[in-house]
C-alpha cells in the first residue's frame, strides 16, 4: 500500500474547494496575489506570554504568515524566507523543502480563512498561551475520564503524548495527568528533561504508540514532513490523534481531522 502524503491529500482537496467556488461565482482567482511575508518576529508572532522557553524565542522555529486579501493563516516552521506571488504560483510549489511546504499551508489556511470555512488562523499573543495551557488542563481531564480500559491492561496504556515541546501544554498535562502519564517528544530538545519528563525523539519507537491513547500533534507536523509517519503507526496502533495549533487549521477541515486550539485568533 503507498504511504499516504497528506499535504498533497489536503492540497487537492483545496483545489477542489477553489473550483467550487468558481462554480458559483465565488470570488477566488488563481492570479488573486498571495503575500507570504518575512517570518515574524517573536513579539509579533506571539507578544508577551511573560515566558522564555518557546522554541520561537530560541530562534529554533519561525512563524510564516501568508495574507490573502483580508485574511491571514500563518505556520510554524523551521526554514526561513520569504515569498511573493500569486495564489496559482503557490500551488505550482513543488514542495520540495520545508520551505515550500509552509507557503503552502499558510496560504490555504489564509484563503480558506477568506472563504468562511475556517477560523483560528492566528496564533494566540500575550496571556494567550497562558489561557491555552489552562484550557488544556480542564479539557485531557474530561478526555481522561472517557478513557478506554480496553486498549490494554499493560503499564502505561492511559498516557498521553505530547508530539512537539510546547511548555505551557506539557506543563498542563503533567499538572493534570502526573509526570508518570505524560510522554513529549521533540527532536530538536530530545534527552533533556522537563517538568519532570524525559524529552524522546520518539518518531519511529513503537512501543510509545503502544503507550498511549491520546497522542496531542503539532500542527507544524504537516509543514516539516513528519505527520505522515505519524498517522500511519498512530492508525495502526488505534490511537486518537488531536492536532493543536493554527498551522493545520485549513488541513484539518480538508482532511477531517481532529483540532484543538481554543485560543486561536
Avoid at 518576529?41 to 529554533?60: H, N, Q, W, Y
Avoid at 489552562?134 to 499493560?154: R, T, V
Wanted: with cysteine.
Amino acid at each position: 500500500m503507498a504511504r499516504r502524503d497528506l499535504l498533497q491529500e489536503a492540497k487537492s482537496r483545496f483545489i477542489a474547494e477553489l473550483e467550487a467556488q468558481s462554480s458559483v461565482g465565488g470570488s477566488v482567482n488563481l492570479m488573486d496575489e498571495v503575500v507570504v511575508s518575512r517570518p515574524l518576529s517573536a513579539v509579533e508572532a506571539i507578544g508577551d506570554t511573560g515566558r522564555d522557553d518557546f522554541p520561537i524565542l530560541r530562534g529554533k522555529e519561525v512563524l510564516m504568515q501568508a495574507v490573502y486579501k483580508d485574511s491571514v493563516g500563518q505556520a510554524f516552521t523551521a526554514a526561513k524566507g520569504g515569498f511573493r506571488g500569486t495564489l496559482g504560483e503557490v500551488l505550482d510549489l513543488p514542495l520540495a523543502d520545508a520551505f515550500e511546504r509552509a507557503v503552502l499551508v499558510a496560504t490555504m489556511n489564509a484563503v480558506l480563512r477568506h472563504l468562511g470555512k475556517v477560523e483560528g488562523t492566528i496564533h494566540c499573543k500575550n496571556d494567550g498561551p497562558k489561557r491555552c495551557a489552562a484550557a488544556m488542563a480542564d479539557w485531557i481531564k474530561d478526555q481522561g475520564k472517557n478513557l478506554s480500559k480496553e486498549k490494554s491492561k499493560e503499564q502505561g496504556a492511559k498516557k498521553v503524548w505530547l508530539v512537539g515541546l510546547q511548555p505551557a501544554l506539557l506543563e498542563a498535562l503533567v499538572c493534570a495527568l502526573g509526570p508518570e502519564r505524560v510522554l513529549v517528544s521533540d527532536l530538536a530538545e530530545a534527552g533533556s528533561v522537563r517538568c519532570r519528563v524525559k524529552i524522546l525523539d520518539g518518531m519511529k519507537a513503537e512501543e510509545i504508540f503502544e503507550q498511549c491513547q491520546i497522542i496531542l500533534i503539532t500542527g507544524s507536523t504537516l509543514a516539516n514532513g513528519t505527520i505522515d509517519d505519524l498517522m500511519e503507526m498512530a492508525e495502526k496502533h488505534e490511537c486518537r490523534v488531536v492536532f493543536y495549533g493554527s498551522t493545520i487549521a485549513g488541513a484539518a477541515y480538508l482532511l477531517g481531522l481532529e483540532r484543538w486550539c481554543p485560543c486561536s485568533m
